[in-house]
């Protein structure tokens, strides 16, 4: 008994501590998103402009410069010989400093099987802008009957043309590459009537 009452006087004597709480109570490891936000904002901004400078990538790296498309895989097949003269023709196209034309105009290139339907709408589109645009035809099927001055002997070789076939792009191709050959075109604007 005498044990007893010792061990509750001892209790009354003794200051009870809180139970420790979780840490992650205590603390939010909000340093942690903050890095991973500036590193995700880091590589985004390095994608988007690679270094183009020797210096800034001798700065960055101690070995040569490299881009993000010399990490990609190598293509799964090898491009075709139409495929490496095209991708150079236009790289040779988009580094080929512009012509300045006194008179930049809008080609308006029709695709059509025959007569177009909204003839007349487009006469009163075009009126009072003489000079300002060049119109080119495509019919497939039969010889348009024009009523319009802005059309008449604007077709040009045509070809049978089928709905979603081959053919319709082979028809786009011959309806830019004539009005290409106008060096003051320099917008093209292809409409199917």
């Avoid at 005498?2 to 006087?9: L, P, S, T, Y």
């Amino acid at each position: 008994m005498k044990a007893a009452q010792a061990w509750r006087i001892g209790m009354k004597d003794t200051q009870i501590l809180p139970l420790p709480r979780h840490r992650a109570r205590l603390k939010k490891p909000t340093w942690i998103i903050i890095l991973v936000v500036f590193v995700c904002v880091f590589l985004i901004f390095a994608y988007i402009y690679p270094l183009q400078n020797s210096g800034a990538c001798y700065i960055i790296m101690s070995s040569s410069c490299n881009t993000f498309s010399s990490w990609l895989p190598p293509p799964a097949r090898e491009l075709s010989d139409a495929e490496i003269a095209s991708r150079v023709f236009i790289k040779n196209i988009l580094n080929t400093p512009s012509i300045e034309s006194s008179n930049p105009k809008i080609a308006f290139m029709f695709l059509s099987v025959g007569s177009l339907p909204f003839e007349k709408l487009w006469h009163k589109f075009f009126q009072g802008h003489d000079g300002r645009f060049s119109v080119y035809i495509h019919a497939s099927r039969e010889k348009p009957v024009h009523s319009s001055r802005y059309f008449i002997n604007r077709e040009i070789r045509s070809g049978k043309v089928d709905w979603g076939k081959i053919s319709m792009v082979d028809a786009e191709k011959r309806l830019l590459a004539n009005a290409l050959k106008d060096p003051d075109n320099r917008h093209f604007l292809c409409t199917l009537a």
